[in-house]
C-alpha cells in the first residue's frame, strides 16, 4: 500500500468519524435545545399563573412556586451542555489570546479534560444524591425529590459529555469556537 493511500485512507476515516460526532452532537443539541426551551415557556406559564391567580381568584394554587424553581433548575442543567459546546461558558481568558494556534489547542484541550474529569469523578456521588430523594417528596408537589435531585446527575454527565466531545472536535481541528485562528 502506498503512503499516499494510507493518508487519504486516515483521511477518510478522520472525515467520516468528524461527521459522525458532528451528526450526534446536532441531534442530541437539538433535544436539549428543546428541552431547555419547553422548561423556559413552562416557566413562563407557570409564573403567569402564579401571577393572574394572586390578583383575580381568591387564592392561588400552592404548587407554582416549587414547581418553576424545579423547571428553572432543569432549564440551567439543559442549557449547561449547550453552554460547554459553544465554548459561551465562564472561563478566564486573561492570556488565552496571547498563545499561539498550538499552544491555545493544548489549553482548550487541558481545560476541556479538567472539567471532563472531574464531572466524571463527581458522577457516582451525584447518582448517590440522587437516590436520597427516593424516600422524599416535594411539599406542594408531593412528587420523589428524586426528580429535583437527578438534576445533579443529569449535569455532571453532561458536562462530562460535552467536555470529551470538545476534545475530540478540537483534536480533530473542526472545533472554530474556541480555537483562535
Not at 457516582?124 to 438534576?151: C, D, H, N
Not at 472536535?169 to 474556541?178: C, M
Request: glycine fraction near 4%.
Amino acid at each position: 500500500m502506498s503512503i499516499s493511500s494510507q493518508t487519504n485512507n486516515s483521511r477518510d476515516f478522520v472525515n467520516k468519524l468528524e461527521a459522525s460526532i458532528q451528526w450526534l452532537l446536532r441531534i442530541i443539541d437539538w433535544v436539549f435545545s428543546v428541552l431547555a426551551v419547553s422548561a423556559l415557556l413552562a416557566i413562563t406559564a407557570v409564573v403567569i399563573l402564579q401571577v393572574v391567580s394572586r390578583f383575580l381568584l381568591p387564592s392561588s394554587p400552592i404548587w407554582t412556586e416549587e414547581l418553576s424553581r424545579y423547571l428553572f433548575v432543569y432549564l440551567i442543567v439543559m442549557g449547561s451542555g449547550l453552554v460547554i459546546r459553544h465554548n459561551r461558558h465562564v472561563r478566564l481568558e486573561l492570556y488565552q489570546g496571547a498563545l499561539n494556534r498550538f499552544w491555545n489547542k493544548v489549553y482548550q484541550i487541558f481545560c476541556h479534560l479538567l472539567a471532563g474529569s472531574f464531572a466524571i469523578y463527581i458522577l457516582p456521588y451525584a447518582i448517590k444524591y440522587a437516590q436520597i430523594g427516593r424516600w422524599q417528596t416535594s411539599p406542594a408537589l408531593e412528587v420523589p425529590m428524586y426528580w429535583a435531585f437527578l438534576s445533579v446527575t443529569f449535569f455532571f454527565a453532561l458536562t462530562a459529555f460535552y467536555s470529551f466531545m470538545s476534545v475530540l472536535l478540537v483534536l480533530l481541528e473542526r472545533d472554530d469556537q474556541g480555537v483562535a485562528s
